[in-house]
């Protein structure tokens, strides 16, 4: 598995592009659908699945419009709800939102796409549904665990002591995993239990 990132959106979101033999996952597209296409299109594979960690529009504006190109959506009905109630945040950022209806729902546990494995982690406190995606050593966590820092919890959903459990069940993770984000840069999670300021091992 090659993992691509762009940078996309209004906010800076990281969009990630899963680069398998045959076919490409994205995880949280968040605008420019044309400009993710066009890198799916450079490795000459289709994107077969969209993978959401939670239900803000600046991590699946584009899920639409990949979805009317056969990818299959998938993403926490906690987090559709609040889509469903008005909480994507698009009005609150004088946005617009490309409204969706996933394919499926999906709650922790393992879930096998195309013959590949994903772990689907339950880490609410950002929103009420947030989830992580686990796939060999990668986590990818939306807005939940960043580089030195840590997710809010003030918005619709959010709850900062859930936040926190969530963080600490990362860190409960045996062994070391590369971390990506929902927006800024990389880590780890080995470097995160030592330094994180925000929530500690």
Known sequence: MQVERL??????????????????????????????KGVAARYGKR??????????????????????????VLMSKTDYEMIENGFDLAKFCNEHFNSF???????EGEITLNGQSVYVLATPGHTAGSLTYIM??????????????????????GNKRQLTESIKKLYDLS???????GHGGLTDLEFERKNNPYVKA
């Open 175 to 181: 062994g070391n995993y590369n971390v990506y984000p």
């Open 101 to 107: 209806k996933p394919d499926m729902f999906i709650e």
């Open 47 to 72: 994107i077969s699945y969209v993978l959401l960690t939670h239900g803000h529009f600046d991590h699946c504006n584009a899920a639409a419009h990949l979805q009317s190109d056969g990818a299959k």
């Open 7 to 36: 940078v996309l959106g209004e906010l800076g979101t990281n969009v990630y592009l899963l680069v398998f033999d045959k076919e490409i996952f994205v995880i949280d597209p968040a605008d420019e659908a044309e400009t993710i």
């Open 136 to 157: 060999q050593d990668n986590i990818f966590c939306g807005d939940t665990l960043f580089y030195l820092s840590v997710g809010r919890s003030d918005l619709p959903t």
